[in-house]
T-cell receptor, first 114, second 116 residues
Framework: DADVTQTPRNRITKTGKRIMLECSQTKGHDRMYWYRQDPGLGLRLIYYSFDVKDINKGEISDGYSVSRQAQAKFSLSLESAIPNQTALYFC?????????????FGPGTRLTVT | AQKITQTQPGMFVQEKEAVTLDCTYD???????LFWYKQPSSGEMIFLIY??????QNATEGRYSLNFQKARKSANLVISASQLGDSAMYFC?????????????FGRGTSLIVHP
């Protein structure tokens, strides 16, 4: 089974709808992240959380919110989806136990807003 | 200013040849780490290799090596003996600071195509 899972894997929604993307991990990592990937722009950080009580905005948090329900679960919400939020969304985790602190990524959620 | 710059949007290489993917970075923190990730067409992100700023030797992992030139602030990925399965997007990333309290920054990526 995958260590980092994301649901749904694909989603088409309409402008103005509220949508939630979910992420679960079995790696036991404290740190979790949400990124979006757009062609030619790489990965940009939306929100991150270093533990259940810690939530931080990333580079592009406007229009998004998150919830850290447990150590293993980190959800991303689009309160009112707009077409330019069409992108590939990744959840990632990392361990704080020691270098190199690489990130482990989920398979991604492809979101289309029409 | 971008912290991670990948100047090659696309690269082509012949199978079995070596290829270098460029990455330059910008930081004033003496403690940092550099990563390379691979993203095949299936979409997942795969960690390839890591170099810490205080590491004396260039990192190597199988056919991957990281050409770390600290004074030039470059961390190029070298893939030796390219294989068709190496065709993918490659992302360079950096964490600044020591310990695990860092926010990683990614470059825009380089698309590598390996020709038979």
């Amino acid at each position: 089974d995958a260590d980092v899972t994301q649901t749904p894997r694909n989603r088409i929604t309409k402008t103005g709808k509220r949508i939630m993307l979910e992420c679960s991990q079995t790696k036991g990592h404290d740190r979790m992240y949400w990124y979006r990937q757009d062609p030619g722009l790489g990965l940009r950080l939306i929100y991150y959380s270093f533990d259940v009580k810690d939530i931080n905005k990333g580079e592009i948090s406007d229009g998004y919110s998150v919830s850290r329900q447990a150590q293993a679960k980190f959800s991303l919400s689009l309160e009112s989806a707009i077409p330019n939020q069409t992108a590939l969304y990744f959840c990632a985790t990392s361990d704080m136990g020691g270098a190199p602190y690489e990130q482990y990524f989920g398979p991604g959620t492809r979101l289309t807003v029409t | 200013a971008q912290k991670i710059t990948q100047t090659q949007p696309g690269m082509f290489v012949q199978e079995k040849e070596a290829v270098t993917l460029d990455c330059t970075y910008d930081t004033s923190d003496p403690s940092y780490g550099l990563f390379w990730y691979k993203q095949p067409s299936s979409g997942e992100m795969i960690f390839l290799i890591y170099q810490g700023s205080y590491d004396q030797q260039n990192a190597t992992e199988g056919r991957y090596s990281l050409n770390f030139q600290k004074a030039r602030k470059s961390a190029n990925l070298v893939i030796s003996a390219s294989q068709l399965g190496d065709s993918a997007m490659y992302f360079c990333a950096m964490r600044e600071g020591s310990g695990g309290s860092y926010i990683p920054t990614f470059g825009r990526g380089t698309s590598l195509i390996v020709h038979p």
